[in-house]
C-alpha cells in the first residue's frame, strides 16, 4: 500500500517501519472485530485475507485467524490451522 506513494521520497527505513506498523494496526483490527462483544467475524477474516495475501508466512496473521476461528466456536478450523503452524 505504501509503495504506490513512496515516489523515492521515503527513505527505505521509514517505509519499512510504517509497513510494520500497518500490519500491527491491521492485526489489532481483526482481534477487535473477532472479540465475542463485537462478534464482527467475517470483518476479522477479510482483514486477515489482506494480511495474508501481503504476509503469507507471518505467524502472528496465521495465529490471528486461529484466535478467530476459536471465537466462532470453529474449533476444527483452528486446530488444522495450529497443526500448519506447528509443522
Known amino acids: 500500500m505504501l509503495g504506490a506513494a ?11 517501519n510504517l509497513e510494520r506498523k500497518e500490519r500491527d494496526a491491521s492485526l489489532d ?10 462478534g464482527r467475524f467475517e470483518d476479522a477474516h477479510a482483514v486477515l485475507d489482506a494480511l495474508e495475501r501481503r504476509h503469507p508466512d507471518d505467524r502472528d496473521v496465521l495465529e490471528s485467524r486461529c484466535r ?12 488444522k490451522l495450529r497443526a500448519k503452524l506447528d509443522r
Do not use: K, N
Open 68 to 79: 478467530v476461528f476459536l471465537a466462532q466456536g470453529r474449533v476444527d478450523d483452528a486446530e
Open 29 to 38: 483490527l481483526a482481534r477487535l472485530y473477532a472479540r465475542p462483544d463485537v
Open 6 to 16: 513512496r515516489g523515492g521520497a521515503i527513505v527505505p527505513a521509514v517505509i519499512t
